[in-house]
């Protein structure tokens, strides 16, 4: 698991690659957490074009964030989410407050 973190204008870009599991959120949420808390974003985008499994910890991870972002005034959307990983985050419930977008090449 890895986390790429960069500011572009006002949006803040996290590209996660691997797996979003309890084993690897704790690292990811102190390290973006920081960022955050640093640079104040006004939108917090998680790219998870390349996450290959997610358990309840990355909801969790999500989540947290989305509460920090929320208490700075921000948002967060996640984006390129695969098929299988945009299926867990609808019935968690997640769209209903975070947009979250679908890879370009896939099918609904």
């Known amino acids: 698991m890895s986390i ?3 500011m572009n204008e006002e949006n803040l870009l996290a590209k996660i690659s691997g797996e979003l599991d309890h084993h690897t959120a704790a690292a990811m949420r ?3 957490d920081e960022k955050i808390n ?5 939108k917090l985008l998680l790219d998870f074009s390349d996450v290959s499994f997610m358990d309840s910890s990355g909801i969790g991870f999500i989540m947290g964030r989305y509460k ?4 700075n005034g921000g ?3 996640v984006v390129n989410t695969p ?5 867990v985050l609808k019935i968690s419930g997640l769209d209903k407050i975070i ?3 679908r890879c370009k090449n896939e099918d609904n």
Not at 38 to 42: A, I, K, Q
Not at 68 to 71: P, R
């Open 83 to 87: 098929r299988g990983i945009n299926k």
């Open 99 to 101: 947009t979250i977008g």
């Open 38 to 42: 640093g640079l104040n974003p006004h």
């Open 75 to 77: 948002v967060v959307e």
């Open 4 to 6: 790429e973190i960069r």
């Open 30 to 32: 102190t390290e973006l």
């Open 68 to 71: 920090l972002m929320k208490e």
